[in-house]
T-cell receptor
Framework: DAKTTQPPSMDCAEGRAANLPCNHS???????VYWYRQIHSQGPQYIIH???NNETNEMASLIITEDRKSSTLILPHATLRDTAVYYC??????????????FGQGTELSVKP | NAGVTQTPKFRVLKTGQSMTLLCAQD?????MYWYRQDPGMGLRLIHY???????AKGEVPDGYNVSRLKKQNFLLGLESAAPSQTSVYFC????????????FGPGTRLTVL
């Protein structure tokens, strides 16, 4: 699985957009980009995933560069409840190696009033 | 639906003692996983199962055993606990090995003295 690099921490003002970057320069053609988050002491929560097109759901938007070497997770209107560690994971899609997720250290996002 | 549940929530062991952590899911998922999370680090995969009666090793399997006798349950065993196994243990499940969305339990906090 491709390795991902994320900044260790970021701050964001409440109500503003939070833009979390992720570098995955060695990603291969069959690998998706997945985002999970972990609110303090809880189990991780799935947010969004994509292959090469930009994606949006009720939680966030995912922007993937054309060369697929980096991506950005966007929380459009961050709230205090979005304070969490955000994990970017590059991994193959379905039916590959048992669906294992390889977590890195993630980005600790602090949303401030 | 309760989703993914873990028993117990907290446990303190002495070195050399044994114990079993139980993970149960009521979503009829095929794939189940055990992760550990140490302070300040991402999750690391211990063992996983792609269906009833099957198990496979993850990144850090040493010192642990698992069993999947029933589809809804995935047991993690520590035969002889060591202080290095002090950690938070998370269980997860997914329908078909897709990375789309793994559902995580609330975690078990284990301390080995």
């Amino acid at each position: 699985d491709a390795k991902t690099t994320q900044p260790p921490s970021m701050d964001c003002a409440e109500g503003r957009a939070a833009n979390l970057p992720c570098n995955h320069s060695t990603i291969s053609g069959n690998e998706y980009v997945y985002w999970y988050r972990q609110i303090h002491s809880q189990g991780p929560q799935y947010i969004i995933h994509g292959l090469k097109n930009n994606e949006t759901n009720e939680m966030a938007s995912l922007i993937i560069t054309e060369d697929r070497k980096s991506s950005t997770l966007i929380l459009p209107h961050a709230t205090l409840r979005d304070t969490a560690v955000y994990y970017c994971i590059a991994a193959p899609g379905k039916y590959n190696q048992g669906g294992k997720l390889i977590f890195g250290q993630g980005t600790e996002l602090s949303v401030k009033p | 639906n309760a989703g993914v549940t873990q028993t117990p929530k907290f446990r303190v062991l002495k070195t050399g003692q044994s114990m079993t952590l139980l993970c149960a899911q009521d979503m009829n998922h095929e794939y189940m996983y055990w992760y550990r999370q140490d302070p300040g680090m991402g999750l690391r995969l211990i063992h996983y199962s792609v269906g009833e009666g099957t198990t496979a090793k993850g990144e850090v399997p040493d010192g642990y055993n698992v069993s999947r006798l029933k589809k809804q349950n995935f047991l993690l065993g520590l035969e002889s606990a060591a202080p290095s196994q002090t950690s938070v243990y998370f269980c997860a499940s997914t329908q078909d090995g897709s990375y789309n969305e793994q559902f995580f339990g609330p975690g078990t906090r284990l301390t080995v003295l």
